[in-house]
């Protein structure tokens, strides 16, 4: 349950050797590298700057060209078979070859030349068609638009568009004002057209004053149309449309081009990627080491357990660089390697989720496994559902032998979860709900089931809220005494025995007495001296780091009042009765629509079926996450919170990072 010993790593390679040993050490995954420390006793007399390709450019280009080619591309896996591990064994050398022969860099220009003529061509037919939209509400102005565009000499004209009432007060207003030299029309849409009501004039250009102030009095806006359109309205719509035509025949040249470069370039595109991310991380490796014109120093860390291997891995380096292997030193900050084995290793990242445990500390992931396995099925409920997903996992399991080590983890905590529904569902008699009770062409079944069965909570609900609370406060003493064992193995005695040591039989005492005075009042003095005994030893003890007696008394009070927060702890484990209930009483609901459905003529069976399997379907992904969500919470609130210490940072070894390959080993190229 501890967590995994590292030590330090210093490595003093001389440069000519020193790609290969970041080679060696990527592949491997061994230790984790991070940057030199400058102020070491050993460090480096001056650093010298080395320049090489500048590989972020070039992924940059590739991660352009990754994305942008996307929409276009139609992968033959599938993102959640690339994710699953779907994905083709290449060595690093064979990436080597590909990148050097993918010019990503030219592919990248060619590339932002076809996105920059889409976006014009695009930014053209939206405007083509704002202004087709204009001149759709136009039909009815029959003159020529050069008359408007252009005008003459001494005649412009003039379109606008605004309320009907106001464009006949402007209209008003414009022939008072200008009387002979102006002609004007009035053009108002029809009852439940879409078109805008509009005006048009033409005047004398000496006019054009006196009409742009009746405009602003009137609100009225003027109708901005390009010098271009000269035609009719129905000769421009024509050219218009004959416009979108071209453009949009350029734009399937364009995206027909691009989909076919992304189905001849995407794979090499990919594998350039991730072989630049590979040589990426080294030359970020080596920018962070400490170096000499002959001397590069990489530091970082390494589990004790994979010290041989890595003795291992550098021996063929012994003449060229130097390994040192120390413990921690005070003032260090270790990474955190979880050791687990077996069943408890996926639950390592639940542990993870919550934040790394501190170096030394006590790894919760083991401890917590039984539990979590528990109160999910407790809030799940039904073996049904149990047997749906845990029949998922192992498909997934089975058919995607390469996925990566974290889904594999997370896909087996999923079975154990289904197994541990299975299990508890049985013992209530859930199965799918009340299925084999409410359909009766299952009756068959029901001896099997009543076999297994132990407890209804939908009948006898209480003796189940007894069974939770009792598995609370089991959880509680077990958080309380990791603490204590957590404090003896860094040989804190005295801390063990006063602070979990007092609580323990101050709780204990509370127990015995309230359950004596329930069933067995010949226990109530033995609780109550326990209780004083606890609450003495608490009192005396938790205000030990204050100063003065009358403090450490104080403190040592006032430590009491937690005893409302144990209680409080105990009562959030009735959630465990509650899902499961609320889970429970779903699926009943679910199977009673199915068969009153079920006696209706003709289309019965299907209706039947359609609520049963679409409403358990329902059921089980709403009922998951709270199943989930809930028992992952009495471990972090009310059991971590007793013992655990977190703030580590996860150890992060230095090893291939890819998106679209598995790296082959080189014995495998």
Not at 63 to 79: F, T
Not at 152 to 181: C, H, I, P
Not at 591 to 614: D, E, H, P, Q
């Amino acid at each position: 349950m501890a967590v995994a010993s590292v030590k330090k790593v210093e490595l003093y390679a001389h440069r000519s050797c020193v790609d290969e040993v970041l080679a060696v050490l990527q592949e491997r995954g061994i230790c984790e590298l991070s940057a030199a420390e400058k102020n070491s006793e050993d460090a480096l007399p001056a650093r010298v700057e080395e320049k090489g390709r500048d590989y972020a450019a070039s992924l940059s280009d590739v991660n352009y060209l990754i994305r942008y080619l996307a929409p276009w591309y139609h992968d033959p896996v599938g993102s959640l078979g690339r994710m699953l591990g779907e994905r083709d064994d290449v060595s690093v050398e064979a990436l080597a070859k590909i990148a050097e022969a993918c010019d990503a860099g030219a592919m990248a220009e060619e590339v932002r030349g076809r996105e920059h003529r889409l976006t014009e061509l695009r930014s053209e037919v939206q405007q083509i068609e704002t202004l087709s939209h204009t001149l759709d509400g136009l039909s009815a102005f029959k003159p020529p638009l050069s008359m408007v565009t252009e005008g003459s000499r001494l005649v412009a004209g003039f379109l606008g568009t605004g309320r009907a009432e106001n464009l006949q007060e402007w209209k008003d207003a414009v022939e008072a004002a200008l009387g002979a030299d102006v002609e004007c029309a009035i053009f108002l849409p029809e009852n439940g057209s879409q078109a805008a009501p509009w005006v048009s004039a033409f005047y004398l250009r000496e006019a054009e004053g006196t009409l742009s102030e009746a405009c602003l009095k009137h609100s009225v806006t003027k109708i901005d149309l390009p010098s271009t359109l000269t035609g009719t309205v129905g000769e421009e719509q024509e050219k218009l449309a004959a416009r979108l035509k071209e453009l949009g025949e350029e734009e399937k040249s364009c995206t027909d081009w691009l989909s076919d470069f992304a189905q001849e370039h995407m794979d090499e595109i990919r594998k350039t990627g991730d072989y630049l991310a590979i040589m990426k991380a080294r030359q970020d490796a080596k920018d962070e080491s400490e170096r000499t014109e002959q001397v590069v120093l990489l530091q970082g860390w390494v589990p004790v357990h994979r010290e041989a291997e890595l003795r291992t891995a550098l021996a063929p380096f012994e003449k060229t660089a130097a390994l040192r292997l120390s413990d921690p030193a005070e003032g260090d900050d270790p990474p955190i390697v979880l050791e687990n084995t077996g069943c408890a290793r996926p639950f390592e990242m639940l542990t993870m989720l919550y934040g790394a445990p501190v170096y030394g500390s006590v790894d919760p992931s083991f401890p917590m496994m039984p539990f979590f396995l528990l109160f999910f099925g407790m809030c799940y409920a039904d073996a049904g559902y149990g047997i749906v997903i845990t029949a998922i996992a192992m498909y997934f399991l089975k058919k995607y032998q390469k996925m990566p080590d974290n889904i594999r983890q997370a896909l087996k905590m999923v079975k154990y979860c289904g197994i541990a529904t299975i299990i508890f569902g049985a013992v209530t008699g859930s199965w799918m709900g009340d299925m084999i009770d409410a359909f009766p062409f299952l009756a068959f079944l029901r001896p099997v089931k009543n076999f297994f069965t132990l407890l209804e909570p939908m009948k006898d609900p209480m003796l189940l809220l007894g069974i939770s609370l009792a598995l609370g406060i089991v959880h509680i003493y077990f958080g309380i005494c990791l603490a204590a064992w957590a404090n003896i193995r860094e040989k804190k005695y005295f801390a063990a025995c006063a602070d979990q040591g007092g609580w323990l039989v101050l709780l204990t005492g509370l127990l015995i007495f309230g359950a004596g005075s329930f069933k067995a009042p010949g226990l109530v003095p033995v609780g109550k001296w326990m209780a004083i005994a606890g609450a003495v030893i608490l009192v005396l003890t938790q205000g030990r780091e204050k100063k003065g007696i009358f403090s450490k008394l104080i403190s040592g009070c006032l430590s009491l009042y937690n005893v409302t927060s144990y209680l409080g702890d105990v009562l959030s484990y009735s959630r465990l009765l509650a899902l499961g209930l609320v889970g429970g009483a779903v699926a009943m609901i679910i199977n009673l629509m199915s068969s009153l459905c079920g006696g209706t003529a003709y289309v019965g069976w299907i209706l039947a079926l359609l609520i049963f399997f679409g409403g358990h379907v329902f059921s089980m992904v709403i009922n998951i996450l709270g199943a989930f969500v809930h028992p992952l919470r009495l471990q972090y609130v009310e059991f971590f919170g007793k013992f655990y210490s977190s703030g580590g940072a996860p150890f992060t070894p230095f090893r291939y990072k890819t998106d679209y390959v598995n790296v082959a080993p080189r014995d495998e190229a």
